[in-house]
């Protein structure tokens, strides 16, 4: 699914830069190529980078037992 449709970045891209440790839109947005441009998706982008890092965080607390 697009989250940005300004760059064309995608939930999975995110969702890659959250394990990576990246927990902000414009930072994972720089990282991609662009900037935000509008500025609509921010918002999404933040939700989605939450999600996926508390999920990683479960992941690696899972694995620590
Ligand atoms: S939709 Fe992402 S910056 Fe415009």
Same mark, same amino acid.
């Given at each position: 699914? *697009?989250?940005? &449709?300004? %760059? /064309?970045?995608?939930?999975?891209?995110?969702? +890659?830069? @959250?394990?990576?440790?990246?927990?902000?839109?414009?930072?994972? *947005?720089?990282? &991609?190529? %662009? /900037?935000?441009?509008?500025?609509?998706?921010? +918002?999404? @982008?933040?939700?989605?980078?939450?999600?996926?890092?508390?999920?990683?965080?479960? &992941?690696?607390?899972?694995?620590?037992?």
């Amino acid at each position: 699914m *697009y989250v940005c &449709l300004c %760059n /064309g970045y995608r939930e999975s891209e995110l969702r +890659d830069l @959250a394990a990576k440790g990246i927990s902000c839109p414009i930072e994972a *947005y720089t990282t &991609l190529g %662009n /900037g935000p441009c509008c500025g609509q998706c921010l +918002d999404f @982008a933040q939700d989605i980078l939450d999600e996926a890092q508390r999920v990683c965080m479960g &992941l690696e607390l899972s694995l620590a037992k």
